[in-house]
Structures are given as structure tokens and as C-alpha cells.
């Protein structure tokens, strides 16, 4: 079955220090990628978005990502966090060749940034 | 622009009782998708209703059921409530047009199952 697996569940940075967290998938086929997150009291939100072409996409608030084919892996990243940052980020997966309206997601990794 | 809207905020039901839950997608979105995320097993497809019709369904039992109106809003019905039910019930929405298959989350409404 396709699953989308988070290394990290619970990550906690100093502000200003760079993030990484991981997001791999299982599924051999054509993808489209995407991160959301959840600020505290607020509703899922896009962050960014992988459908085809350049491998490193930009989204908002500085966060980028980056594309692995070889490795199935869509992991985000941001230089230097701020203490807004903190949230829960999920990664999720769905068909590219064919739209079968089902998002795949991740267990979630939350974030807190130390002020 | 207005996002997705849903209602209830929250739904309080005893074991055996129907809930119907309600959704409005966003202005122009004419599909409408639901997510259960109970504690433990993060957000679960359930459903995709696209022009009126279901097109697609997670694996959920019959008892989870919905439906779309004409301007595209949503129902989704959960009969014979369990206690394992309680959760928080996501609502999305996307334009359907091929390569655009962004989703778009509503608030949730939690669902509590007595």
C-alpha cells in the first residue's frame, strides 16, 4: 500500500537555526508532492507544492523543498526558523497520472521554535 | 475569498446516534473531499465528491456516507456511531481541472462519539 512516512515527530529548534524534516513515500509511480502545515488554533494550510519540472520548489514564508526521485523522498527545508514557525508540518502524496482525489499523508512532525 | 467553511464546530452524539456534517467549498471549487484525523492515525481519506457524484472512497464502511448539492456543498453522514468515530472531520476543497489537484482545508468539525 503507498504510505508517506516523517522521520521526525517532535523536533525543537533555537530560532535562526536551519530546519530539515524528511518525508519519503512508497509508490513507483508518477507523484505530486505537497507540504501543509497547522499553526496552533488554525486549519491546515498549504505551504508548497510539487507537481513537475525544477525539483527545488519555493513556497511561502521562505520554506523550500526539494524533489528526490531516486530516493521517493520531498523533504522541506527553511535557513533559519523563526519562533512563528512553530506548528505541525505534514507531508503528503498523491497520484500524478491520474487524479483519484486521495491526498496520502504523513503522520506529522511538530515543530517548536525557542525563542 | 472566502476559504472552506464547515459546521458544526463541534458535534457531540451518543453511541448508535447519526451525525451529518456540512461543507462549503471554496467560491469556484467544484470538488469536495473529507479527512478523518483521530488521535493516534493521523488524516484518513473518506471521501471525494466531485460535480454531484462520488468519485472516489477511502477505506471506510458503508455507514460513512455523503453526498454533493448543486452548488457543490457537501454532506457527510455517519450512521450507527461508534466510539472510535470521534475525531476531527476535515473538510477540502480544489478546482477540478487536470494537473490542478491542490487541496484546500477547512476548520474541522470534532466529532465526539458518548
Known amino acids: 500500500a503507498q504510505s508517506v512516512s516523517q522521520h521526525n515527530h517532535h523536533v525543537i529548534l533555537s530560532e535562526a537555526a536551519s530546519l530539515e524534516l524528511g518525508c519519503n513515500y512508497s509508490y513507483g509511480g508518477t507523484v505530486n508532492l505537497f507540504w501543509y502545515v497547522q499553526y496552533p488554533g488554525q486549519h491546515l494550510q498549504l505551504l508548497l507544492k510539487y507537481f513537475s519540472g525544477d525539483p527545488l520548489v519555493k513556497g511561502i514564508k521562505g520554506f523550500e523543498a526539494e524533489f528526490i526521485k531516486s530516493k521517493f523522498s520531498f523533504n522541506l527545508r527553511k535557513p533559519s526558523v523563526q519562533w512563528s514557525d512553530t506548528a505541525e508540518y505534514f507531508c503528503a502524496v498523491n497520484h500524478g497520472s491520474s487524479n483519484t482525489g486521495k491526498l496520502i499523508f504523513g503522520q506529522g512532525t511538530t515543530l517548536q521554535v525557542k525563542p | 475569498e472566502a476559504g472552506v467553511t464547515q459546521s458544526p464546530t463541534h458535534l457531540i452524539k451518543t453511541r448508535g446516534q447519526q451525525a451529518t456534517l456540512r461543507c462549503s467549498p471554496i467560491s469556484g471549487h467544484t470538488s469536495v473531499y473529507w479527512y478523518q484525523q483521530a488521535l493516534g492515525l493521523g488524516l484518513q481519506f473518506l471521501l471525494w465528491y466531485d460535480e454531484g457524484e462520488e468519485r472516489n472512497r477511502g477505506n471506510f464502511p458503508p455507514r460513512f456516507s455523503g453526498r454533493q448539492f448543486p452548488n457543490y456543498s457537501s454532506e457527510l453522514n455517519v450512521n450507527a456511531l461508534e466510539l472510535e468515530d470521534s475525531a476531527l472531520y476535515l473538510c477540502?476543497?480544489?478546482?477540478?481541472?487536470?494537473?490542478?489537484?491542490?487541496?484546500?482545508f477547512g476548520p474541522g468539525t470534532r466529532l465526539t462519539v458518548t
Open positions: 477540502a476543497s480544489s478546482l477540478t481541472i487536470a494537473g490542478s489537484y491542490e487541496q484546500y
